[in-house]
């Protein structure tokens, strides 16, 4: 199956008072590459996080993205420092009667006093805790990652397979046509030489026209690019079959695929299959694009 290099996936979940989320973003790249970003707390678990991205990546650039946030509780939660209040209080009430004042003591006022309110501590949490919870929800963003890629891959797949078939058919095209190059020069060589010879007293070196004839035909011989491109083709075609990462491979036998091309273009002495040279290495340039963009 076909995958393309390109996707996103993106999975949260709760582990206690905290919510941990993962986002996977993956664009094109020559090799496995995979990024890990995690909060500076929970570096201890970068290695596990990579090691399980890679068991879906073969090929590309993946950027994770780690979250791991207190989620906020519904209800207030905060607690009161008795100890605290009650010398605040027994101070006050001293400086009241030192100084003679007549201050009002209102629980407002102590509230604002420094240690008397303070938020309900969470429960301190090891990084290394997270890491079975973390890697299940990695697990799923990679699964959702994966299948984006493996449905832009069928779609890449679909299209590159339709013009691989026209090259098939173009190229059974050039097969036909190559042994009639041949005949369709010696009939203008000969009539050239017919037309040349007429009211001059010279005879045609019959011998001579045909060692021009072999030589023209060995020039212009397109048999084995022919036998290369239908071979190139076949392996191109039993590749994309395959469920392993094909798209350097692909590459590769693109650029065979249009050398061949290119030399048959060359070669035959024949406007028709020239054109259907030309119309294969259009195809392959096409092609190109969509296979830079394969695993």
């Given at each position: 199956?076909?995958?393309?290099?390109?996707?996103?996936?993106?999975?949260?979940?709760?582990?206690?008072?905290?919510?941990?989320?993962?986002?996977?973003?993956?664009?094109?790249?020559?090799?496995?590459?995979?990024?890990?970003?995690?909060?500076?707390?929970?570096?201890?678990?970068?290695?596990?996080?990579?090691?399980?991205?890679?068991?879906?990546?073969?090929?590309?650039?993946?950027?994770?993205?780690?979250?791991?946030?207190?989620?906020?509780?519904?209800?207030?939660?905060?607690?009161?420092?008795?100890?605290?209040?009650?010398?605040?209080?027994?101070?006050?009430?001293?400086?009241?009667?030192?100084?003679?004042?007549?201050?009002?003591?209102?629980?407002?006022?102590?509230?604002?006093?420094?240690?008397?309110?303070?938020?309900?501590?969470?429960?301190?949490?090891?990084?290394e805790e997270f890491c079975e919870p973390l890697l299940e929800v990695t697990r799923e963003a990679a699964e959702d990652l994966l299948s984006m890629r493996q449905k832009e891959g069928q779609k890449l797949e679909e299209d590159i397979s339709r013009?691989?078939?026209?090259?098939?058919?173009?190229?059974?095209?050039?097969?036909?046509?190559?042994?009639?190059?041949?005949?369709?020069?010696?009939?203008?060589?000969?009539?050239?030489?017919?037309?040349?010879?007429?009211?001059?007293?010279?005879?045609?070196?019959?011998q001579r026209l045909a060692q021009e004839v072999v030589f023209f035909a060995d020039r212009s011989d397109i048999s084995e690019e022919i036998t290369r491109l239908e071979s190139h083709c076949a392996q191109f075609s039993g590749l994309l079959a395959?469920?392993?990462?094909?798209?350097?491979?692909?590459?590769?036998?693109?650029?065979?695929?249009?050398?061949?091309?290119?030399?048959?273009?060359?070669?035959?002495?024949?406007?028709?299959?020239?054109?259907?040279?030309?119309?294969?290495?259009?195809?392959?340039?096409?092609?190109?694009?969509?296979?830079?963009?394969?695993?």
């Open positions: 199956m076909v995958r393309s290099m390109t996707g996103y996936g993106r999975k949260e979940t709760m582990y206690g008072a905290f919510r941990l989320s993962v986002e996977m973003r993956a664009v094109n790249h020559r090799f496995a590459e995979i990024i890990v970003r995690l909060p500076k707390a929970y570096g201890v678990l970068e290695e596990p996080v990579r090691k399980l991205v890679a068991e879906y990546i073969r090929r590309g650039r993946v950027e994770v993205t780690v979250s791991i946030d207190e989620a906020a509780s519904g209800e207030a939660e905060f607690q009161i420092n008795w100890n605290a209040a009650e010398q605040y209080v027994r101070a006050l009430r001293e400086m009241n009667d030192r100084f003679s004042l007549d201050a009002p003591l209102a629980a407002k006022d102590l509230l604002l006093l420094p240690t008397v309110l303070s938020g309900k501590e969470t429960e301190a949490v090891k990084p013009r691989l078939g026209d090259i098939v058919s173009w190229t059974r095209e050039i097969a036909q046509s190559a042994p009639v190059v041949v005949e369709e020069y010696r009939a203008r060589l000969n009539q050239r030489v017919s037309e040349w010879i007429q009211g001059t007293p010279f005879e045609a070196d019959m395959q469920s392993d990462a094909i798209g350097r491979k692909l590459d590769f036998l693109l650029q065979e695929m249009n050398r061949e091309a290119n030399t048959i273009a060359a070669k035959a002495n024949n406007l028709s299959i020239q054109r259907s040279a030309i119309e294969i290495k259009t195809e392959l340039e096409k092609m190109k694009e969509q296979i830079q963009n394969i695993e």
